[in-house]
């Protein structure tokens, strides 16, 4: 025992060498799990889930201290600290945390309070970390709480990757005063909305450049789709725009478009949203995409929208077992929403369509990166990222081209991959640990056995447990 101590601290102080490991740290670690410092976690003999080759590695074991991957090693050659936590890893598969790039943590629309109680739903999912898309400036201050809260192990929660302020200004000297009011509150890209003009875009392009911020969102109703990304707006959601590119009529919708102000733009846009489906062309759609990828704009498709809106019919929500994880207020909001008139036609020619641009999108190497718009009608946190998964994989995506576009993917356009979206010595230790492989069925990203959230381990009982509270 004692031989095996001291190759435990030989290993440590080897890993503290290369300055992934504080050497001061050791001693606390080793006598005890209780105290300020978390106890260093590891997850023998399990496979990994490379998502930047797409292949399974391993066995290997996993070693986890203050939140970051220290080590990763043959478990036969593998000695661990005698105080350390040992998940048994055999026959499970360990991945990076899933990034659901398209959330709404608040309610600024309607004043009520943010979205907190989603926080659960995400990370029993295994979402650990989500970019917020329409804050306000004086929101800020509480995304900083929750993600100092995260890091201190005072809340259960997504980290909060990015979060983005919307511009709404009427003019385009009101839209460069709202981009500074943006960049000073903290908030990391400017969001633009549909129903932004064109010239207050070219404002906000022109600002947020200058200020070294990115701008995202959707691409303005009356700007075309590669007019946007080649002026550097940097991703667009929904597919906004692009069903018109996919369309030889797009010069005719829109120049129609051209002059309205902000609310009638949006509502032409959609009276034509039937001419737009109808008219959607292959071929023309491929070269649109072909065109896209050049620009290296991100498409954010949240096919779950529409994949949603296609079953709306006859469905009884109510009865979903997942209704009651829902805060009182948002179940009010689904049933006002779900309780309009909705044409099951549209509905299904928009799913229809929207697989088959991101067929020919990702056929070219446009990239895609998972969103889902939650918590939109039918669209359950954290159970969605799933779903999209899923989704993108029927258009066309390889299960590891999805799980890259909900871990590596987000990564990278974020920027901080050399921290995050892969499993790799001194990234974070959100990770999500398998019952089964991922790159062969998607949907075993849905098999979990435990999370680790800032290198805090979750097991599949914690995880039912947080869901059983119910919402705030």
């Known amino acids: ?107 600024n629309a309607t004043d009520r309070p943010p979205n907190d109680w989603s926080f659960p739903l995400f990370v029993a999912n295994g979402v650990t970390a989500v970019r917020e898309m329409a804050a306000r400036p004086a929101d800020m201050p509480m995304v900083a709480e929750w993600r100092a809260a995260l890091e201190r192990g005072d809340l259960i929660a997504p980290r909060v990757l990015a979060a983005g302020v919307p511009i709404r200004g009427d003019s385009p000297e009101a839209v460069r005063r709202q981009v500074r009011e943006i960049q000073a509150a903290g908030a990391d890209f400017v969001k633009v909305f549909s129903d932004v003009g064109e010239r207050q875009w070219r404002a906000a392009l022109e600002e947020t450049r200058a200020k070294g911020m990115p701008l995202c969102g959707h691409i303005p109703a009356d700007v075309s789709l590669l007019t946007a990304a080649d002026a550097g707006q940097r991703s667009n959601e929904h597919l906004m725009q692009v069903y018109e590119a996919s369309s030889a009529k797009e010069h005719q919708f829109l120049a129609a478009r051209q002059r309205l102000d902000r609310h ?60 009651p994880f829902l805060r009182s207020d948002e179940q009010a909001r689904w049933e006002r929403i779900l309780g309009l008139a909705h044409d099951e036609q549209l ?41 999209e998964l899923e989704l993108l994989v029927e258009s066309g995506l390889t299960p590891a081209e999805a799980l890259r576009a909900a871990t590596l993917g987000p990564a990278e356009f974020l920027g901080i991959d050399e921290g995050s979206g892969s499993i790799a010595p001194g990234k974070r230790a959100d990770l999500l640990l398998l ?19 800032n290198g805090r381990l979750l097991q599949r009982t914690d995880l039912d447990a947080l869901l059983n509270r119910g919402p705030k």
């Open 1 to 107: 025992m004692r031989q095996r101590f001291k190759i435990a601290r030989a290993l440590l102080a080897a890993i503290a060498a290369l300055g992934l490991l504080p050497a001061t740290h050791f001693c606390a670690a080793e006598n005890s799990v209780e105290g300020p410092q978390r106890p260093i976690l590891a997850i023998e003999s399990v496979a990994l889930v490379d998502v930047v080759q797409g292949r399974i590695v391993g066995p290997r074991t996993v070693l986890i201290r203050d939140g970051r991957i220290v080590a990763i090693e043959d478990p036969s050659a593998t000695m661990l600290p005698p105080a350390a936590v040992r998940v048994d890893g055999r026959g499970h598969y360990l991945m990076p945390g899933l990034v659901d790039m398209h959330v709404h943590l608040f309610n």
């Open 347 to 387: 509905a299904a020619r928009r799913w229809e369509v929207s697989r088959e641009i991101v067929k020919a999108l990702h056929a070219v190497g446009v990239p895609i990166l998972a969103g889902t718009d939650t918590p939109m009608p039918l669209n359950y946190p954290g159970y969605s990222l799933h779903t």
């Open 264 to 323: 009638h733009v949006v509502k032409l846009r959609d009276e034509q949203e039937p001419a737009v489906l109808d008219s959607f062309d292959p071929a023309v759609c491929k070269r649109a995409a072909a065109a896209l990828v050049r620009s290296g704009q991100v498409q954010v498709p949240t096919l779950v929208m529409p994949h949603f809106e296609s079953q709306r019919k006859n469905l009884r929500y109510r009865d979903d077992p997942r209704w």
């Open 435 to 453: 019952e089964a492989n991922p790159l062969r069925d998607i949907r075993n990203t849905q098999r979990i056995r435990a999370v680790v959230l």
